[in-house]
């Protein structure tokens, strides 16, 4: 299991850039969009058990047992640039079809979980969203830390 993950709300795969970069080896992916799982496929191969599909239909018995899961859910709801309906919102609902897997997947779910989003997530309901999200994961025996990078850091965008 040592530096094996599921890429949740994988997308085109920029996580799994970055985390193979580091050593890590993609295991398993989730996304809902076609398109998206052919620009993944195309460029990363068949190598990985990808699942096209709604993450809240998802059937737990196909993620593999890794060390662990990322999360990159919808941000729509949750920007500034939104109409800010949050956690509560059709796309960035999501985030709940995502901790539904880890509660189905109990002692076989993974150490670690990494979510990624928007500062916006932070203050969505003055703060109530992300009390939620924080909650449900410490219910699910997870200890949690929030840091907020510049992607300036890294690209010509500060954001
Ligand atoms: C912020 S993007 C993640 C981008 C990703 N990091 C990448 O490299 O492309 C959110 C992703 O969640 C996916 N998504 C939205 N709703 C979903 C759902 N209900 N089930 C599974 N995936 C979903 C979208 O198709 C989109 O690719």
């Not at 890429?7 to 890590?24: N, P, Q, S, V």
């Not at 969009?33 to 068949?46: A, I, L, P, Q």
């Not at 203050?123 to 200890?143: K, P, V």
Request: proline share 4%; with cysteine; net charge negative.
């Amino acid at each position: 299991m040592s530096k094996t993950f599921a890429e949740f709300f994988a997308g085109i795969g920029l996580m799994r850039m970055g985390l193979e970069k580091a050593g890590w080896q993609a295991a398993f992916a989730n996304d809902i969009d076609e398109d998206k799982w052919r620009m993944y496929r195309d460029h990363f191969g068949e190598t990985t058990d990808f699942v096209l599909g709604d993450v809240h239909q998802l059937d737990p018995s196909r993620v593999p047992s890794v060390a662990l899961a990322t999360a990159s859910f919808p941000c729509n709801d949750l920007s500034l640039a939104g109409a800010r309906k949050g956690l509560a919102g059709r796309q960035s609902s999501a985030f709940w079809g995502f901790i539904e897997v880890l509660h189905k997947l109990g002692a076989r779910g993974p150490p670690l979980v990494l979510l990624d989003n928007v500062t916006g997530f932070l203050i969505s309901h003055d703060g109530s969203d992300f009390r939620e999200a924080l909650t449900a994961l410490n219910r699910l025996g997870y200890a949690v830390g929030a840091f907020i990078i510049d992607a300036v850091r890294f690209v010509p965008q500060s954001r």
